[in-house]
Every structure is written in structure tokens, then in C-alpha cells.
């Protein structure tokens, strides 16, 4: 598995503390910054990031911002994204066995490091459980394909 890892100026230390994870994971992953000085636009980040998944050149993406909110909101825009903004490890657990989703966000101002690796963890380690969510899911996909 290729993540896409990348952050606005208000989701710096998550996304250090997610790629520290994924060290240890020993999951292949490559950061697409930010290099924050100052201020950044988070739409930047979370398009390029979105692009580079629904082409598949990445498997999956993680986006920090401060809330998460504008991440999930951009990277839901780009045709074949399903992104999910996650704040606890039930929801982490759910949205792979049952959304399949792609791309994952998390709010710096919202949770605390340890809580966000336990969340990253769960949410690329579990599996999509398919059968009755592929169907809900095709249904998603057929919308968005017409
Ligand atoms: O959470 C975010 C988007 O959803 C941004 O990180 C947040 O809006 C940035 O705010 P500011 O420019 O005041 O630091």
C-alpha cells in the first residue's frame, strides 16, 4: 500500500506523528508537505493529494488540517474520492469495513497525537468488508459516474 500524506499549517504535528507511524508500520508512504512557514490554503494540499488517488498513483491519502472539515470537503470534490473525517477509532474501524474509504482526515485542533496514530492505525489496517457495502457503495460510484 502508497499513502499520500499531506497537511495544512494547522495539521503539522499529526501529520509528523502519522508518518512516524507508518515508519514503523513500514508502510510506503510519501509527504506532499506543507513546508509551513506561515499560512497555507488547505485546498492546495487536499486536491493534489485527492487527484493522485483517484488515478492511482497512491492507495490511499491522509489529509490534517485543523479541523479536518476542509480537507474532507476538497478531497470529497475529485471523482472517485471517498473520504472520511474521523475523530474516533469506532468511526476509523467502520468507514474501511463499511465505506471503503480512500482517503482519510483529522483535525489537529480538534484531537490530540495519540488518539490520531491510533485512529490512522485502525483505519489502515482494516479491511472493507464488501458484500452488502460494495453494493452501497457501487451505488455511490454509479451516481457519480453518471
Ligand atoms: O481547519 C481548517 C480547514 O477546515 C484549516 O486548518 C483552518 O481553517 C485554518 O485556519 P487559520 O487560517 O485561521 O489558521
Not at 20 to 37: A, H, R, S
Not at 45 to 64: H, M, N, T
Not at 92 to 114: C, S, Y
Not at 132 to 140: D, E, N, P, S, Y
Request: with cysteine; net charge negative.
Amino acid at each position: 500500500m502508497k499513502v499520500a500524506l499531506a497537511s495544512d499549517h494547522g495539521g503539522v504535528n499529526i501529520r509528523k506523528e502519522i508518518a512516524n507511524l507508518m515508519d514503523i508500520l513500514g508502510i510506503e508512504y510519501q509527504d506532499f508537505g506543507c513546508e509551513c512557514d506561515g499560512s497555507v490554503d488547505y485546498p492546495d494540499y487536499a486536491l493534489p493529494v485527492a487527484q493522485k488517488v483517484a488515478s492511482g498513483e497512491f492507495d490511499r491519502g491522509i489529509l490534517i488540517c485543523g479541523t479536518g472539515i476542509g480537507m474532507s470537503i476538497a478531497a470529497n470534490k475529485v471523482k472517485g474520492i471517498r473520504c472520511a473525517l474521523v475523530h474516533d477509532t469506532f468511526s476509523a474501524k467502520a468507514t474501511r469495513a463499511h465505506n471503503d474509504t480512500n482517503i482519510l482526515t483529522m483535525g489537529e485542533r480538534v484531537i490530540g497525537p495519540g488518539l490520531a496514530r491510533d485512529i490512522a492505525q485502525i483505519w489502515l489496517t482494516e479491511e472493507f468488508e464488501g458484500g452488502r457495502h460494495a453494493t452501497r457503495v457501487g451505488k455511490i460510484s454509479e451516481y457519480e459516474n453518471k
